[in-house]
Nanobody
Framework: QVQLAESGGGLVQAGGSLRLSCAAS??????????MGWFRQAPGREREFVAA???????YYQETVKGRFTISRDNAENTLFLQMSDLKPEDTAVYYC?????????????????WGQGTQVTVSS
């Protein structure tokens, strides 16, 4: 089993920054073996891709966050990060960390096997 726990969300003004963390744990969990991603969901909207590592190495981003968000990891601590800068009101959502055994997961919600409970990010104007 794999457990994921997000933290770091909060309320910020437009243009501000936040860093989200996702701590992964579980029996036989190998961080670099999994695709790890960040997704977000705003009220009334479907969960959408934000950023991800494929097999813990190659990174991918949703076009709207490219250049503003950076995904990174700490392999020693099995922790995934999302550094968010120049935040906009449209970034407001619950942000979820996800893990997938499939190397094809990346952007696809349905291919992820494990999810955290989410952390709220609210950006005011």
């Amino acid at each position: 089993q794999v457990q994921l726990a997000e933290s770091g969300g909060g309320l910020v003004q437009a243009g501000g920054s936040l860093r989200l963390s996702c701590a992964a744990s579980g029996r036989t969990f190998t961080f670099s073996r999994y695709s790890m991603g960040w997704f977000r969901q705003a009220p009334g909207r479907e969960r959408e891709f934000v950023a991800a590592f494929r097999s813990g190495r190659d990174s991918y981003y949703q076009e709207t966050v490219k250049g503003r968000f950076t995904i990174s990891r700490d392999n020693a601590e099995n922790t995934l990060f999302l550094q968010m800068s120049d935040l906009k009101p449209e970034d407001t959502a619950v942000y979820y960390c996800a893990a997938a055994q499939s190397p094809y997961a990346v952007r696809t919600v349905s291919l992820y096997d494990y999810w955290g409970q989410g952390t709220q990010v609210t950006v005011s104007s």
